[in-house]
């Protein structure tokens, strides 16, 4: 077949490039199928008054990456299979879609720069849940851990880690959860994981098999609820009150599941007593049931002693415990780990490495290195003292504002919620008022969480404090209060 050429000897590109682009661009439009011949070189040299070498390096390195095979002294001819389509290069002319693009409002997507709260459209005064505060980040440590690591040892880069993750990783993260959590872990029991979520799934993942049907917190973190919404098991919605899950109405049905935040409720921030989470680990075992306990965010605790984890009282039976660097150091990152029982870790390993073959080294190495040299530790009391200081102030401006208002979830964590008294506006149009004012606050619905009761009532605002300094709290707090004193606060429920 003749090919169309066109060179442009002005070019900085060489000529030899021009030609393997042109010809690739050819093979890849598949106006050159496969099992058909490229035309000999020194007729494509003439044709293009180029030297034949020029034509015979386009062609080698055509060969080299795959586009074509040479068939003994017969010539070179087009690949079955254009190596692009296995790499997933994106090119402009061929991408295809298969219908509209998503309305991004009505697809309920994690927590990510384009969602509520993320992305260039981001309210200015924004209290979206659980982002860690960027000003905090302890950025010139991790580029002096980053520069060392990359000056020392650069093999990593181009070879794999373990699938369960870096050992040096797991093995810090054994000695925090032992310290700070309670939980007695090996290194042989964590798994690390992209993020909470990816935890979350390997978790579910490795149990599915074992699980019959699933329960969980209802109102619940949404990323869970994702998960357990995409099987086709039953999910029976467990309620939450003050204390979190209500574990007497947990089903007394053998092999079940349970996804719990027994630390601080998500989204409404209960605390589970002790009692409750001994009689939920008494169901676990009476039922043969298993536990997911997500703690997503319990280095923050203001007030009152550390809790031991559920997975901590556990002794390492039932419960599964899924933790995230999310919010102690920044969800960018996207570290998390899961920890499981002796028993099911090979069989965990083995999930990770049909999943993702393992995280990145140089994350994980700096993490190990940032958590060993006690920087980790350093951090959390800093950041501590930064988010009580904004929880104490987002606490007294709501208080000073609004008559003695619910505030719910503030002992820990990131986030609070505020149950809007009657006469209010529904969360919702709270939410909608607030935005026309620049401020971000979050009814259930919008603000990361899920209710399996599409009739549940509408009256809870969740408020991230975590990422905002006390004047842009107070701001949008005063903005709040002339809002809702301006007319809202009588309408609606
Ligand atoms: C309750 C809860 N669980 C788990 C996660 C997982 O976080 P990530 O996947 O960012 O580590 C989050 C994140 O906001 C969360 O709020």
Redo the contacts with the bound molecule.
């Keep these: 077949m003749d090919l169309t050429l066109s060179l442009d000897t002005a070019s900085a590109k060489s000529l030899q490039a021009q030609i393997f682009d042109q010809v690739r661009e050819i093979i890849l439009d598949g106006q050159l199928g496969a099992g058909m011949a490229l035309p000999p070189s020194r007729l494509l040299a003439e044709r293009l008054q180029v030297s034949r070498n020029t034509v015979l390096t386009a062609y080698e390195r055509l060969a080299a990456e795959g586009y074509v095979k040479a068939r003994g002294t017969a010539g070179l001819f087009v690949e079955r299979i254009p190596p692009d389509s296995l790499l997933l290069i994106q090119r402009g002319s061929r991408i295809k879609t298969n219908g509209p693009i998503p309305d991004a409002s009505s697809e309920p997507l994690l927590?990510f720069a384009g969602s509520p709260g993320g992305g260039s459209d981001r309210p200015e005064l924004d209290f979206w849940v659980?982002r860690s505060d960027v000003e905090s980040f302890p950025l010139r440590i991790w580029r002096r851990i980053i520069n060392r690591l990359l000056a020392r040892e650069t093999t990593y880069l181009t070879d794999y880690c373990d699938p369960a993750g870096l050992p040096e990783l797991r093995a810090a993260i054994g000695t925090h959860l032992r310290r700070a959590r309670g939980v007695s872990v090996a290194e042989d029991q964590i798994i690390v994981t992209t993020?909470?979520?990816e935890a979350?799934n390997v978790v579910f993942n490795l149990l599915r098999s074992h699980t019959r049907q699933l329960c969980i917190e209802n109102p619940c973190?949404l990323?869970a609820s994702l998960i357990f919404n995409a099987t086709n098991l039953t999910v029976h919605p467990i309620p939450v009150d003050r204390d979190g899950l209500q574990t007497d109405l947990l089903p007394r049905v053998r092999g079940s599941l349970l996804y719990v935040?027994p630390s601080h409720q998500?989204p409404t921030g209960a605390t589970m007593p002790l009692a409750l989470r001994l009689a939920l680990l008494r169901w676990a075992e009476e039922t043969d049931s298993y536990v997911i306990e997500?703690d997503?965010d319990s280095d923050f605790r203001y007030d009152g002693p550390p809790l031991t984890a559920l997975a901590g009282l556990d002794g390492g039976r039932r419960v599964f415990y899924v933790g995230?660097f999310?919010k102690s150091v920044g969800?960018g990152l996207r570290l998390?780990f899961a920890t499981v029982p002796r028993m099911f870790w090979d069989e965990a390993r083995l999930l990770k490495a049909r999943m993702s073959n393992g995280q990145a080294w140089l994350e994980q190495a700096a993490l190990a290195a940032f958590i060993e040299e006690g920087h980790f530790d350093r951090h959390l009391r800093k950041l501590r003292q930064v988010y009580k200081a904004r929880r104490d102030c987002l606490v007294e401006a709501l208080r000073r504002s609004f008559d003695e208002p619910e505030l719910l979830g503030w002992e820990s964590g990131l986030h609070l919620v505020w149950r809007l008294p009657r006469g209010f506006p529904s969360a919702r149009e709270v939410q909608l008022m607030a935005r026309e004012c620049d401020v971000g606050v979050y009814a259930l619905s919008s603000g990361?969480a899920y209710d399996f009761d599409a009739d549940a009532p509408d009256d809870v605002l969740v408020f991230g404090y975590s990422s905002l300094a006390e004047p842009m709290i107070e701001a949008a707090v005063s903005k709040l209060r002339l809002m809702l004193e301006g007319g809202g606060a009588t309408s609606g429920r």
């Design positions: 927590c659980g993020g909470g979520q979350l973190y990323g935040t998500f997500d997503y995230t999310s969800a998390g990361a």
